[in-house]
C-alpha cells in the first residue's frame, strides 16, 4: 500500500502535465471505481438503508472528493515530494481525532514518535515556504485533515457495512461531484486526452487507489488508529525517492534533516 502511493505523487505531477487537477481526478476516481468493481465484485453488498447511504456519502466527501480535491490542487504549485511529506500530516489529526470521538488512547510512545514525525514535518515545511509555496502548502494541510475526518467517520460508523463496499461506494458518490467541479472550473483547460495520460492515471486509479484504498481500509477497521497512523511516514519517504529517480526532485538541507527526524519517528512508534 505504502509503494503504491508513494508513486502516486511523481506520477501525478505527469499527469499535470497533459490535464488540471481536477479532470486528472476524474480519471483517477474512473479507474479506481472500474477496478474496485472487478478486483472485489463477489464482496460487494448494496447499502440497506438511508443512514448507511449518508455514512458512505459522508465518507466519500472527506475521503474522496474533498481530500483528493485539495490535494490535487495543491500539488499542482507544490513539488511531488513535499506534496507527500505533508498530506501526511494527517496521523497527527487521525490521533487526535480518534482521542476525541472514538477515546482511542494511544502509548506514550507512539505519541513521542508522532511528534517526531510532525517536528520533521515542520522542518520541511518551514524550509519552503520561502519557495512560494505557501497556498499549495495550506491546501495539502487542509487535505489532510479532511483525510482524518473521513477515517474518523468510517471507523466509528461503518462496522455494519463490509469494506469492499466502502472503498467502492466512496467512488460511486465522489464521481459526479468531482465531474461537475471539473466541468465549471477547468472547461477550457481540459486537452484532448491521449494514450499517455490514460496510462499515467490508470495506474494512479487502480494500483495507487482502488487497491491501496482497500488495504487501507482493513488495516483501519482491524487495528486501533493510533497503533497504525505512524506507519503512514513510510510514504512519503517512498515518495520522495520515486520523485528523485522519475523527476529528477531535490529537496534542501533542511528538507532532508526533517526527513531524518520523520524517520526517528517512525523508528520510536514501530516500537512495542
Known sequence: MAAFWGLNYPMLKIAFYYEPPLF??????????AGALIVFRKHLTLPKTLKENLILLAISVFNI??????????????????????VYSYPLFNVLGSAIFLRDRAKPVALIGLLFGFFGLFVISDSNFTAGYSDGIILLI???????????????YTRSINVATVNVFQYVYALPVILLF????????????GLQFLGVTAYIGILGTGIAYFIYLHLFRNYNISSISSYFFAVP???????????????????YIGFGIISIGIYLSSRK
Open 142 to 156: 487542509g487535505s489532510a485533515v479532511s483525510w482524518a475526518a473521513g477515517t474518523i467517520i468510517f471507523k466509528k
Open 182 to 193: 471539473s466541468t465549471v472550473f477547468e472547461y477550457n483547460s481540459i486537452k484532448p486526452v
Open 24 to 33: 486528472v481526478l476524474v480519471f483517477r476516481i474512473l479507474y479506481a471505481l
Open 65 to 86: 472528493s474533498l481530500f483528493m480535491g485539495l490535494w490535487f490542487v495543491g500539488e499542482e504549485s507544490v513539488s511531488a515530494s513535499l506534496s507527500s511529506v505533508l
Open 237 to 255: 519517504a517512498i515518495s520522495i525517492l520515486f520523485s528523485a529517480i522519475i523527476l529528477s526532485e531535490r529537496l534542501s538541507v533542511l528538507s
